[in-house]
């Protein structure tokens, strides 16, 4: 018995529902219904935690899962670009101009052939399933047929997704071979898979989702940013894009606006509570007044970051500003298809700004002290903070929440972690996995109840 | 057949013997002696190749390696403190000053227990020759019976290692549940310990080798130091100790001395051929100077730097100096076991000093422009590199050499990595491997020809 529609698991979760709070229960009760979602979670010590066990044990519904393992939530990614798995780990040290142009750019026009797409999209959506990634954030390619068949595979193997038909038309900035023919077409190419997504049989619960997709400013012309923005609004769905990711778009948006990527994307209507705004490194905090008033929210990359963004992210910056933040892979823009990878560079890339890198500077002004995290905060990035980005009830254990988890087995012979029931308090045991683990020790995947 | 000794093995090797340049080599014939060591390489081009090829095949010694898989070398971990083993992961989170005086420090002292001691040391070298570890430089505590345990347990599971009793004798610096008694104690431990591995039966080839460690220069009372000194140098013998880590560290010595660790250390005879020094994000140009002059080498811990050293360490400038640079995981201060994730986090923390951090400063002023390395000097480092601080001939295929290897399947189910040899060239399937593979692509590891 390992799905677990209609019934309940026994387990030891870790979880940290809010930014900063760990919650560590052993033996904790937790009840999914036949739709998937949590209708109760008991502990230990709550009124009518016995009875409960007892009459789940009764009635046979009741999964027991190992001592010594560990339940913990799926994790949301809310940035992959899902053309480019193919190189994901490669091209990492030549120049951001020889990426897209040498590697990026034709890699993504192949999907014109849907037989390639299928092919890469399986392995990828089956490789992010196994690596704990519930809920996934995807841009697809100019391609309809390819962006479909990405959307069937997702709703087939049962992942959470948010897919969006990138929009790129602009002569200038995006390769003859592989572009929009006009804004008309970006717009209504987007529309078109909009209505693809909401019509696909079997997803009425809107698991997959669609989202307007203009890959970032500079790719677009200005009427398909004004088109895709009333085409967000008319369609009440999610919008994703890149924000001021590096000095050079930063610099190429001010130029050619007059204004910072945040503020032109508000003004086409693109930024709404349903926008996910990938990286936003050089965001002022002008900008990031915007982005929280829009109820906007930002997909921080880390990892990508080292290799793309010049800088890091100013993520205590935004925490203390309410602006909404998850982590996202930036698949292949950071070599690591794993979330908790990212969770650690999160932790580390939050090291390097607060302290800061040049040891020949005086301490007091190498970096901004006060910037570090910790690994309960990155943890909740991780997984409560991205599914609230997203406004999806996932990413935590609670009642009304889809049961989307992760079963961690620390006691793995090629992935062992060491924990030691004399040595590691809860706190320990949650930081180690927090630290350590990697896919081989996720022996178990559950979307929505359902083992994937 | 897997075993190599008098043997010969054909697969595609992937190497980097000297800094930067990448050798990558389908269907090399590689020739182990009955020593471990590697008698020839012929590659398919090579005068002879065939004629040896059908030779060793026809004697029946030739182990044929999977096509899809690849051979390299194995690492050299160049700074693991063996006791903190059991809290690889955790307390990240805490203060430097609790991290010590909470966690470290307490758990060190455990190690008067040999059966525990015998437990972790058991589980921690098993873990490491499976994460490809061949070569390890370990840090052990004060006590003799805990140390020689080590270095019996090194012996037995053959991996070659460099191990130190740790000399800390400072009143005000170190616990006084947690110290060698006298500045004697601290030498003449020492010097027991090293006679005991120099005459470890079994051991006459020198896999196991003593080392002379200070813990580091605050620790340690003038008289332990010179003690010290003077025993390295009778011994002829490897030293490892700390060097200019932290901020604290730094500016503790400079007001105990009036000079940096690498002067003091130098002045007490502890900066040789045969020094490995931990960290030295902080070190001067002049230090640089000093640490080439006398031929020591560097460990540099990109991971432990980001939670402990307050700086990135500036490996460019070193390797421009001529510095021997090899890498460590730092076990416990950095939160991995695997040497190959220190190579990644090496390439990410150079990035980071190359651009800078603070998005608030301009491009130009941010960081230290010309600080980035690419994955071959990385995995350079934490092969090769690393065997060169150690003036062992392992790190690299090449006659005269250890065959000191890691099998490496990318075609894994719980760890894959996707390689498509329509798509990537020899030097991205290289890249992908140094940037995503780990233990579950290992599938098998060679000390001295013998699977570990």
């Given at each position: 018995m390992t799905d677990l529609l209609g019934k309940s698991v026994l387990s030891t979760i870790i979880q940290t529902p809010t930014c900063g709070a760990l919650d560590f229960v052993e033996r904790a009760l937790l009840s999914i219904d036949d739709a998937g979602k949590i209708s109760a979670l008991l502990r230990p010590a709550d009124e009518g935690y016995a009875e409960a066990l007892d009459q789940v044990r009764q009635n046979g519904i009741l999964l027991e899962l190992p001592a010594g393992q560990y339940l913990i939530p799926g994790f949301v990614d809310l940035h992959i670009h899902a053309p480019q798995w193919p190189q994901l780990g490669k091209a990492l040290d030549v120049p951001l101009e020889d990426w897209l142009q040498e590697y990026t750019f034709p890699l993504e026009a192949r999907y014109g052939d849907v037989v390639f797409a299928e092919r890469i999209y399986a392995d990828l959506v089956k490789t992010l399933l196994a690596n704990g990634t519930t809920t996934a954030v995807y841009f697809g390619t100019i391609h309809q047929e390819a962006n479909r068949r990405l959307a069937d595979i997702c709703h087939a193997l049962g992942q959470r997704a948010v897919i969006g038909k990138v929009a790129m038309d602009h002569p200038e900035q995006c390769p003859s071979y592989y572009r929009d023919a006009s804004a008309q077409d970006s717009i209504s190419g987007t529309s078109d898979f909009i209505d693809y997504v909401g019509s696909l049989p079997g997803n009425e619960d809107g698991r997959v989702l669609p989202a307007v997709t203009p890959r970032f400013v500079p790719s677009c012309s200005g009427r398909a940013l004004s088109g895709l923005g009333r085409l967000a609004e008319d369609k009440d769905c999610h919008v994703q894009t890149h924000c001021s990711e590096s000095d050079w778009e930063h610099g190429h948006v001010l130029a050619r606006f007059g204004k910072t990527d945040t503020q032109v994307l508000s003004d086409f209507g693109l930024l709404s509570r349903k926008t996910v705004l990938a990286?936003?490194?050089?965001?002022s905090d002008a900008d990031m007044d915007l982005i929280r008033q829009a109820g906007s929210g930002v997909a921080h990359c880390p990892l990508s970051n080292f290799f793309f963004s010049d800088a890091v992210f100013p993520l205590r910056r935004a925490l203390e500003k309410s602006v909404r933040v998850g982590l996202g892979t930036d698949i292949s823009g950071g070599p690591s298809a794993s979330l908790l990878d990212n969770c650690r560079a999160a932790i580390v890339a939050a090291r390097a700004l607060d302290h800061g890198v040049d040891a020949g500077l005086q301490p007091s002004s190498r970096g901004i002290a006060g910037s570090r995290i910790d690994f309960r905060e990155a943890f909740y990035l991780a997984t409560a903070g991205g599914a609230d980005v997203l406004d999806i009830p996932t990413g935590r254990f609670e009642t009304?929440?889809?049961?989307d988890a992760i079963l961690v087995d620390p006691?793995?012979?090629?992935a062992p972690i060491f924990i030691d029931a004399g040595l590691d308090s809860p706190d320990d045991i949650a930081q180690k996995l927090v630290m350590q683990a990697t896919r081989?020790?996720?022996s178990r995947v559950w979307v929505n109840g359902v083992v994937r």
């Amino acid at each position: 018995m390992t799905d677990l529609l209609g019934k309940s698991v026994l387990s030891t979760i870790i979880q940290t529902p809010t930014c900063g709070a760990l919650d560590f229960v052993e033996r904790a009760l937790l009840s999914i219904d036949d739709a998937g979602k949590i209708s109760a979670l008991l502990r230990p010590a709550d009124e009518g935690y016995a009875e409960a066990l007892d009459q789940v044990r009764q009635n046979g519904i009741l999964l027991e899962l190992p001592a010594g393992q560990y339940l913990i939530p799926g994790f949301v990614d809310l940035h992959i670009h899902a053309p480019q798995w193919p190189q994901l780990g490669k091209a990492l040290d030549v120049p951001l101009e020889d990426w897209l142009q040498e590697y990026t750019f034709p890699l993504e026009a192949r999907y014109g052939d849907v037989v390639f797409a299928e092919r890469i999209y399986a392995d990828l959506v089956k490789t992010l399933l196994a690596n704990g990634t519930t809920t996934a954030v995807y841009f697809g390619t100019i391609h309809q047929e390819a962006n479909r068949r990405l959307a069937d595979i997702c709703h087939a193997l049962g992942q959470r997704a948010v897919i969006g038909k990138v929009a790129m038309d602009h002569p200038e900035q995006c390769p003859s071979y592989y572009r929009d023919a006009s804004a008309q077409d970006s717009i209504s190419g987007t529309s078109d898979f909009i209505d693809y997504v909401g019509s696909l049989p079997g997803n009425e619960d809107g698991r997959v989702l669609p989202a307007v997709t203009p890959r970032f400013v500079p790719s677009c012309s200005g009427r398909a940013l004004s088109g895709l923005g009333r085409l967000a609004e008319d369609k009440d769905c999610h919008v994703q894009t890149h924000c001021s990711e590096s000095d050079w778009e930063h610099g190429h948006v001010l130029a050619r606006f007059g204004k910072t990527d945040t503020q032109v994307l508000s003004d086409f209507g693109l930024l709404s509570r349903k926008t996910v705004l990938a990286h936003s490194n050089h965001i002022s905090d002008a900008d990031m007044d915007l982005i929280r008033q829009a109820g906007s929210g930002v997909a921080h990359c880390p990892l990508s970051n080292f290799f793309f963004s010049d800088a890091v992210f100013p993520l205590r910056r935004a925490l203390e500003k309410s602006v909404r933040v998850g982590l996202g892979t930036d698949i292949s823009g950071g070599p690591s298809a794993s979330l908790l990878d990212n969770c650690r560079a999160a932790i580390v890339a939050a090291r390097a700004l607060d302290h800061g890198v040049d040891a020949g500077l005086q301490p007091s002004s190498r970096g901004i002290a006060g910037s570090r995290i910790d690994f309960r905060e990155a943890f909740y990035l991780a997984t409560a903070g991205g599914a609230d980005v997203l406004d999806i009830p996932t990413g935590r254990f609670e009642t009304g929440c889809h049961f989307d988890a992760i079963l961690v087995d620390p006691d793995v012979e090629t992935a062992p972690i060491f924990i030691d029931a004399g040595l590691d308090s809860p706190d320990d045991i949650a930081q180690k996995l927090v630290m350590q683990a990697t896919r081989g020790n996720f022996s178990r995947v559950w979307v929505n109840g359902v083992v994937r």
